[in-house]
């Protein structure tokens, strides 16, 4: 899959390991990698920001910040069975004005992991035909995309 291809060669760039979790528009994992010495804890890590991304409509790291005791949304982490992550690194798809998909990263630092799954936001701008980019067929889960 194109999108964990480019993932994962951005995080080999950055000299990092990492797990990559790419989910449909309903949060379902429709592809996972790990490369050679992730973090085992990173495997649920990188599907639950994904998983967030989509769930919440926005990259986790945008939930950092209003998590904090006092803000908007603060404990929101430990809801839906601790599965919403609050960590940088789960970026959804979005194609048009729809949500499509996610992408989670676990490997490095909060930072780094938005890095690397801007990677693979990047390949799917790519795909879904983005200005100055070649027009393909693309599926995200249950959503045919065609540019």
């Known amino acids: 899959m194109l999108l964990i291809e480019a993932t994962e060669q951005k995080s080999r760039q950055m000299g ?3 797990n990559i979790a790419i989910v449909d528009d309903g949060g379902n994992l429709i592809a996972f990698h790990r490369i050679d010495k992730a973090r085992i804890a990173g495997i649920e890590i ?5 998983w967030t991304s989509v769930s919440m409509q ?6 950092a910040q209003t998590a904090l005791p006092g803000g908007p949304t603060f404990g929101i982490n430990t809801t839906n069975n601790g599965r919403i992550v609050i960590l ?12 499509v998909g996610g992408v989670g990263v676990s490997g490095g630092s909060s930072t780094q992991d938005i890095e690397i799954a801007n990677a693979a936001v990047q390949a799917f701008a790519a ?18 995309i065609h540019s």
Do not use: C, F, Y
């Open 16 to 18: 990092l390991s990492s």
């Open 58 to 63: 926005m990259p986790t790291a945008n939930l």
């Open 88 to 99: 940088g690194g789960g970026i959804p798809l979005v194609s048009g004005e729809h949500i």
């Open 46 to 50: 990188s599907k639950n920001k994904a």
């Open 127 to 144: 795909m879904s035909g983005k200005p100055g980019t070649t027009s393909v067929h693309a599926r995200i889960g249950s959503v045919q």
